[in-house]
């Protein structure tokens, strides 16, 4: 049995990795993608980090700054690789887990859908949104002939040229979308 399970390999349970590190914990994390950057090999082109790399470093280790302001996802995915082989974090890639039960009163079993488990005193879900993004169910919805997405399916502004576009949400990937929008639209209308 191990102390801990980490369940994502992207920023937290990296993050998580550093610290159970320093405490000497015995600890695995498992990553459903093959390769390191957690949702970040995923996203849109023009997506960069909504704050310059001083302030966005994991523990212990800073990120390089860029010469052109906010990090890029490229820059973003480069450092993590390079923090996890840096720390030497040990995570397991490809493994996609569907269940966390309590094993006793001391543990939990995780699963994976290859029928995996891994038993653990403690387990960190370090999972974000990405691969299962939430979709609000909004009143109406069902008469909405125009297409929806969430930001985890956007990835440019080229699909919606000449066409009206409403971004819900205002937080940091709502607000770049938005942005991505506005600069493409705007110059496809010739404005």
Do not use: K
Request: hydrophobic residues 35%.
């Amino acid at each position: 049995m191990r102390d801990v399970v980490v369940i994502g390999g992207g920023q937290a349970g990296l993050a998580a990795g550093f610290h159970l590190t320093r405490a000497g914990a015995d600890f695995e994390i498992l990553d459903a993608s093959d390769g390191p950057g957690g949702a970040w090999p995923h996203t849109w082109p023009s997506l960069r980090l909504f704050s310059p790399a001083d302030y966005s470093s994991l523990p212990g280790r800073r990120m390089h700054r860029t010469d052109d302001g906010n990090p890029d996802a490229a820059h973003v995915v480069e450092y993590l690789r390079g923090y996890e082989e840096y720390y030497g974090l040990p995570v397991r890639r490809g493994v996609r887990i569907v269940a966390v039960e309590r094993d006793d009163p001391d543990g939990f079993v995780v699963r994976a859908a290859d029928g995996r488990r891994w038993r653990a005193r403690a387990v960190i879900s370090a999972t974000g949104t990405w691969s299962r993004p939430f979709v609000p169910t909004c009143p109406g919805v069902g008469g909405f002939r125009g297409h929806q997405i969430h930001s985890a399916g956007y990835r440019g502004p080229e699909p919606f040229g000449g066409r009206r576009v409403v971004v819900v949400g205002g937080a940091n990937s709502g607000a770049q979308i938005a942005a991505d929008l506005a600069g493409h639209l705007q110059q496809s209308d010739g404005e």
